[in-house]
Each structure stands twice: as C-alpha cells, then as structure tokens.
C-alpha cells in the first residue's frame, strides 16, 4: 500500500511535542526546520525554528483510518482539511525541501551557489526596498553569510553579510 504525506495542525509552539508523540505511536513525520535569528534586549541568538510554525507532515496510507488518533494526539490539532476531504501533500514539495537540507537538518531559503561569487567580484548589497551599496566579495563565511569589503571614509573595511543580501554587479 503507498503511503502519501500529509500536512498535520499543530498547536502553537507544539509541533516539537507532536512530533515526538506521533513518532511513539510510530508514524513517519517530517517537521522541516529553519535557522532563525532572535534579536532580544541587545542579544542576538540562531535558533531552529519549524519552516512552517504550526505544522508538520505525517506519512500514511489514509487519513480517514487514523483520523481519531491525528486529532487526540497531544501537541496536535488534527489534519489540515476542507470539508471532508484531507488532501495530500505531494511528495515532490517535500522532496525538494529535504533537497535544501544542510548537514545539520535546517533548510536553507537561499542558495548561495545562484551567485557564483569569487574574490574580487563587484557586489551590491541591499540595505532595505531603496538604498544599495556597492562593495567587493571577499570570501563566504558559512553557509549562509559573506565578507565584502567597503569604502567607507577612503578606507576598506571587511564587513560580514548575509549572502542573501547581494547581488552580483
């Protein structure tokens, strides 16, 4: 029998705890997670955060023949749902984002390789909807960050970005 993902409701903050207690009754889940920035009283914190805050995925056979235990678990809702019908998600969406997986499991937004970045390279960096500075690649740093080097006040000064900030020139 094939089985199909589907989307499961969380309560808020709980798709952890779901997660865990699906996984006891020893169904497949899938709760995709993505590196976050806290910015909280002058301190700044990565954590990993689900990429879709108040779900998570189940695989089965049908939803129908476990709709009791979906809606009663602890941490969860039930199925995602319209009327009657429990629609799966399809298993391409999930392929892909378990494509952009790192080595840790957290699923990378961005892909710093569409950039094709090397030393040297002109860049702009976007600051918000309207301004850009314009600046020199320097090296990637992670997965997910860059050092540029700017003029600023006729010096250069190597500065660290998110790659998803730039733009090459």
């Known amino acids: 029998m094939t089985k199909s993902w589907y989307a499961i409701r969380t309560k808020p903050r709980q798709e952890e705890i779901a997660k865990l207690n ?15 920035t806290i910015r909280h009283a002058r301190k700044i914190t990565n954590a990993a955060r689900p990429l879709f805050p108040g779900y998570l995925f189940l695989q089965l056979s049908t939803p129908e023949t476990y709709l009791t235990s979906l809606s009663s678990t602890y941490g969860a809702i039930g199925p995602v ?26 699923v990378s937004l961005f892909d710093p390789k569409r950039l094709n970045l090397k030393k040297g390279d002109k860049v702009k960096v976007k600051l918000n909807h309207y301004d850009e500075l314009e600046g020199i690649f320097y090296a990637q740093r992670g997965q997910d960050r860059a050092i540029i080097l700017l003029n600023i006040l006729k010096n250069q000064v190597k500065t660290e970005v998110p790659l998803e900030c730039l733009k090459k020139v």
Request: charged fraction near 40%; aromatic fraction near 14%.
């Open 81 to 106: 749902r319209f009327g009657d019908y429990i629609p799966p998600v399809p298993d391409w969406i999930i392929e892909e984002i378990k494509k952009r997986e790192d080595e840790k499991g957290l």
């Open 22 to 36: 699906f996984e006891k009754q020893n169904f497949i889940t899938y709760l995709p997670k993505v590196k976050t």
